[in-house]
């Protein structure tokens, strides 16, 4: 599988791309991987109360960097890291996922 990774990064063309991509994805089903979205794999097994507590806390932080109370944002993110979330912010809003 790691070769033929290697081989979806570095060939050329959509084409090709997407028939390494699918070959990848069919190496991955056989073994068990690769059967999440990325987004979904990187959020973990949350369930959807939590998924919605951390997006809630997520928000408030916004609000919180938005009126400079700098203090209560890092104390939301600090909240959320020991819980094992991390946040990156991006020019698309606040992303999260888990440690590890």
Same mark, same amino acid.
């Given at each position: 599988?790691? $070769?033929? @990774? #290697? *081989?979806?990064?570095?060939? !050329?063309?959509?084409? +090709?791309?997407?028939?390494? =991509?699918?070959?990848?994805?069919?190496?991955?089903?056989?073994?068990?991987?690769?059967?999440?979205?990325?987004?979904?794999?990187?959020?973990?097994? $949350?369930? @959807? #109360? *939590?998924?919605?507590?951390? !997006?809630?806390?997520? +928000?408030?932080?916004?609000? =919180?960097?938005?009126?400079?109370?700098?203090?209560?944002?890092?104390?939301?993110?600090?909240?959320?890291?020991?819980?094992?979330?991390?946040?990156?912010?991006?020019?698309?809003?606040?992303?999260?996922?888990?440690?590890?």
């Amino acid at each position: 599988m790691d $070769a033929l @990774a #290697g *081989e979806t990064l570095a060939v !050329e063309g959509a084409e +090709a791309k997407a028939g390494h =991509a699918a070959a990848l994805l069919a190496s991955g089903a056989a073994l068990g991987l690769l059967q999440e979205a990325p987004e979904a794999w990187f959020k973990g097994s $949350a369930a @959807a #109360g *939590e998924i919605q507590e951390i !997006e809630r806390l997520i +928000a408030a932080r916004n609000r =919180a960097r938005k009126v400079r109370d700098f203090a209560e944002a890092d104390r939301i993110r600090d909240e959320l890291a020991g819980r094992g979330i991390l946040l990156e912010d991006t020019s698309k809003g606040t992303l999260w996922r888990r440690k590890g």
